[in-house]
Each structure stands twice: as C-alpha cells, then as structure tokens.
C-alpha cells in the first residue's frame, strides 16, 4: 500500500478540493506528477532551452543531448530493439493516427480486413474506420464474454488470411482487464497481419517488452504514468517503420528539399517533423526514473491490494453496479467502473466532487464497449502508487450518501 512518505512526492496530493483533501481517483485519465518530473521540465526550460537537432551552439547541443536521452530511455523502459524504433508524437492518439495514415493507407487494400476489439479507445477505433472506409476494407471486431474477456473463439475465427491489421487495447480503460496480446499477436503474424498494440493503461501499471509481445507498434502517453502531457511514445519494427510514408511533413524530417521533390530523413527523423517537446521529453526521463526506482512489482501489489480492500466493500452495497469485476481467471489493473443505481453518473461524480473525491464519469472514449455493455454512461475509478485505504474508505463513504443527496 502507498504511504504517507511516497504522497509528499507529488505536490498537487497536498491540496485541498471543496475544502477537503483531496482523494485522486482518476488515474485511468492522467496521473499526478512527481516533483522529481516538474523540476526537470522547469530545469530543462530554466537552464538550456533551445530547438535541438538544429544549432550547433551549446544550448542546442544540450536540448538534443535530453531529448535523445529520453530517447534512449524509452527504449529501455519498453524494450525495443534500437532507438531508433521509438518515434516521440504528442500522445497515444496522435502515435496511433500515425499507424493508421502511413502504414493503413499504404498497404492495407480493397476486400482486405481490419479486426479490432468492442473495447478499444475511440483513439484505436475511429482510425481504423477511417482506414476502411478509405480503402473499402472490412471492420471487424471481437466481442467479449460474459465477463469483459475477450471471446478465444473471435479470435480465431475473425483473424483470417484476408486480416492485414490486428488493434488491440493491451488493458481496457473502462473494464481494467489485461488482454493476451502475445497470443493476439502470434494469431495475427499466422496470417500475415501486423498487431497494433494500445498501451495506454499497460506500460504505467505493468512492466512492458514490446518484443515479447510480439507488438508490431506499441504507443502510449507520458502523462498516465507520471510525465507531462505533450509527450507520447510510438513503437514501431524497423522494417515496418522503413516502409512507411512520413505522417507529417516540414522541417527536421526531410534529408534534401528541391522546388519539385523531397527525401527524408532516416529514422525516427522521418517521422519527427517541426520543433519537438523537449521539455516533456525532460519530464519523460524523469518519470522512468521514478517508476523503475519505486518498481512495477510494486505497483501491480498497490493496486492488487486496493482492488482487495474495495471490491468486497462495494459488492456489499447493494445500490452499486459492477463491470468487468467478476473475471476470475483474468488479470486485472486498477480500474473500477461502476453505476449508482438509479443516480446518473455526472450526478455521482458531481457528488463525489464536493467530498474532494475525484473520479471520471461519462462513456470514457469507449461508446461501442458502452453500448455492448447497456449502458450510456458509467463511474469509473482508478488507482495508482500513490493511493491508500484511507482513499478508498473515503471514496465508499462518499458513495454511501450519493443516493441520500439524490433522495432516493
């Protein structure tokens, strides 16, 4: 469980909300930021701001110095094979756009096939439609089970000789359960196809080897474990990444520019058009840092205990509905998504709001995993390594009187 000497880490933990401290539960969306990572933004922006790749003046050096560190690190921090492989874009959605307008456009034809789950994010969804709609490709997705699983049957069945694409979330970010990505993977690579990997809640909650994975790309934002926003990771196989056309075009990705043609760069250059965000970059490393200090044991064993400590305690009330809670044999991050009955989520979380207990209402940028589920709308709250039983006693004390306040 995190203590007390860990919350004095994160400056934002020590304020009140509503006129009480403040219970952060909306870990899913971003989370808190360490001091160790605000001092490197404002030590980067106080002391060598710069353009890097572009001067070749001492602060330019020393902008590039940071930013290709952070690139080095990432690649450690997710296992790629070269750093190279590691393309900085501003935020997951942004790294998966990318996948979907160089390489979907390119090489994905008419009559081929895209498969992705119910439960993608709408940033691992939406493109994909895109792509479809463009190529008159075929959108086809996998269901789940009873209990938020995805179907083993969808997944043999629906990943054919004709799929070019697999997109799967590596952990839902409504139901919080951990997909089988290597055996998606191994299933797509059978039949020729690529594996689009979402790890937008997996590499904060999880220690993550993309070539264990069998991930052809991996992308994920800095901001939802410990880094500021701005900053986000593609992964993506050399030889793939080669292949592929630029996303974005300007300065710092070409190589020659003449009035009527272009070449580009090499990796990840080609990919890395106009001023990057070193500053997040700065703030990037730091948070690796501090992950792999605290550890991921230590993080999966926080959130195991408080999933421990709250399920029972929720499953007593009988005005709560649970999703995604009830899988068994599955592995599962912190992430509770829950109704009250009869008191619409915006109302709950409005009225958790005035206790300081923050949490995320609203379809969570999942709307066809809403659907699949019933619902329009549901409660979701998330944890991190800086949460404590004394949150979740709050968290459940605040629920208690929502139905009061409601008068129901």
């Known amino acids: 469980m995190a203590d007390l000497e860990l919350r004095r880490d994160f400056p934002l933990l020590q304020r009140k909300m509503n006129g009480k401290p403040l219970v952060y ?62 393309i900085f874009t501003k935020n997951a959605t942004e790294a998966l756009n990318l996948v979907a307008y160089s390489y979907g456009l390119t090489f994905v034809q008419p009559g081929d096939e895209i498969v992705i789950t119910v439960a993608e994010h709408h940033s691992n969804l939406v493109p994909w439609q895109m792509v479809a709609s463009r190529k008159q490709a075929v959108l086809k997705y996998i269901y789940l089970n009873g209990d938020g699983t995805l179907s083993e049957e969808d997944i043999e069945t629906k990943i054919t000789e004709k799929t070019k694409i697999v997109a799967v979330t590596q952990v839902s970010n409504v139901l919080g359960l951990v997909n089988d990505v290597r055996r998606i993977a191994h299933k797509a690579h059978s039949v020729g196809a690529v594996c689009v990997v979402d790890g937008s809640q997996s590499a904060a909650h999880m220690a993550v080897d993309v070539q264990e994975l069998g991930a052809d790309f991996f992308a994920f934002s800095g901001h939802k474990l410990l880094s500021p926003m701005g900053i986000g990771v593609l992964y993506g196989k050399e030889e793939l990444l080669d292949k592929m056309p630029p996303f974005l075009m300007g300065g710092d990705m070409i190589e020659y520019v003449e009035e009527q043609e272009t070449t580009f760069a090499e990796l990840p250059s080609k990919f890395e058009a106009g001023t990057q965000n070193v500053g997040g970059a700065a703030g990037l490393i730091a948070a690796i840092e501090y992950l792999e200090h605290f550890t991921f044991e230590r993080v999966e064993q926080v959130e195991r205990e408080l999933l421990d400590y709250a399920l029972p305690q929720l499953r007593e009330l009988p005005f709560i509905e649970l999703y995604g809670c009830d899988a068994v044999k599955a592995r599962k991050t912190g992430i509770i998504t829950f109704n009250v009955k009869d008191v619409h989520p915006h109302d709950v979380s409005t009225i958790l709001d005035a206790q300081g207990v923050a949490i995320r209402a609203g379809h969570h940028c999942a709307q066809p995993l809403m659907r699949y589920l019933g619902q329009n709308a549901t409660c979701r709250a998330s944890f991190y390594l800086y949460n404590t039983k004394d949150d979740i006693d709050r968290w459940i004390a605040a629920l208690k009187e929502v139905r009061k306040v409601m008068r129901l």
């Open 25 to 86: 539960l909306d870990n899913g969306a971003t989370t808190q930021k360490p001091e160790s990572v605000v001092q490197a933004v404002c030590k980067y922006y106080g002391g060598c701001n710069a353009n890097p790749h572009r001067g070749a003046y001492e602060l330019s050096v020393q902008a590039t110095g940071i930013y290709e560190t952070a690139r080095a690190r990432t690649q450690r921090f997710i296992h790629a094979a070269k750093p190279e492989e590691v």
